[in-house]
């Protein structure tokens, strides 16, 4: 297994500013990924973090709004830019240790209000 | 695209009474998991299916996979109030991983 930490838990946060998000792993994975869920519905991938290079976005999402980084295999950055209310969601990452299969570990996530 | 729904939506039962949830991908999967989320946690991981037919049981709960791989099942026998939460869906095609819609159960004590 793998235990995860998100900092912050939750933040409320004003129009246009920007968030960053910090997701630590107590094991190297090479699988990290980040999640939005909005409330009552179902997780929506947001991108694969990749070690060492670019993020892999899922469509609908780009990196000048959420620009994620990866500088080892045990943190990840995922940063809420230029905020609207639209934004307002929980954000979670996952991992996916080595031989576990697809077994994702969920982070406690991070609840963002955007005022 | 690629689309995980769940049915039914929302599931309130009598404690004692059984509850399953059906899962139902519009593509063959190459392997599907079930996660539990507690109401204000996060998804917690169940159980992996991997082979086509495939039954699990843990406990109460028993977990199916399609023989086509492209749905799943979750039964949980004689539901405890523990057991109340939202269950998921959600399965692999090539390297994306597809949630299902969920289902949020409720079990009344």
């Known amino acids: 297994s793998a235990v995860i930490s998100q900092k912050p838990s939750r933040d409320i946060c004003q129009r246009g500013t920007s968030l960053t998000i910090q997701c630590q792993v107590d094991?190297?994975?090479?699988?990290m990924f980040w999640y939005r869920q909005q409330p009552g519905q179902s997780l929506t991938l947001i991108a694969t973090?990749?070690?060492?290079?670019?993020?892999?976005?899922e469509s609908g999402f780009v990196i000048d709004k959420f620009p994620i980084s990866r500088p080892n295999l045990t943190f990840s950055t995922l940063t809420v830019s230029n905020m609207s209310p639209e934004d307002s969601s929980i954000y979670l990452c996952?991992?996916?240790?080595?031989?576990?299969?697809?077994?994702?570990?969920f982070g406690p996530g991070t609840r963002l209000t955007v005022l | 695209g690629q689309q995980v729904m769940q049915i039914p939506q929302y599931q309130h039962v009598q404690e004692g009474e059984d509850f399953t949830t059906y899962c139902n991908s519009s593509?063959?999967?190459?392997?599907i998991q079930w996660y539990k989320q507690r109401p204000g946690g996060h998804p917690v991981f169940l159980i992996q299916?991997?082979?086509?037919?495939e039954v699990k049981k843990q406990k109460r709960l028993t977990f199916q996979f399609g023989e086509a791989k492209k749905n799943s099942s979750l039964h949980i026998t004689a539901t405890q109030t523990t057991d109340v939460g939202t269950y998921f869906c959600?399965?692999?095609?090539?390297?994306?991983?597809?949630f299902g819609s969920g289902t949020k159960l409720n079990v009344k004590p």
């Open positions: 094991s190297q994975v090479t699988m």
């Open positions: 959600a399965g692999r095609n090539f390297n994306k991983f597809y």
């Open positions: 973090a990749n070690q060492g290079s670019e993020a892999t976005y």
């Open positions: 299916l991997v082979k086509s037919g």
């Open positions: 593509t063959t999967l190459s392997n």
């Open positions: 996952s991992v996916v240790p080595s031989g576990m299969g697809d077994t994702q570990y």
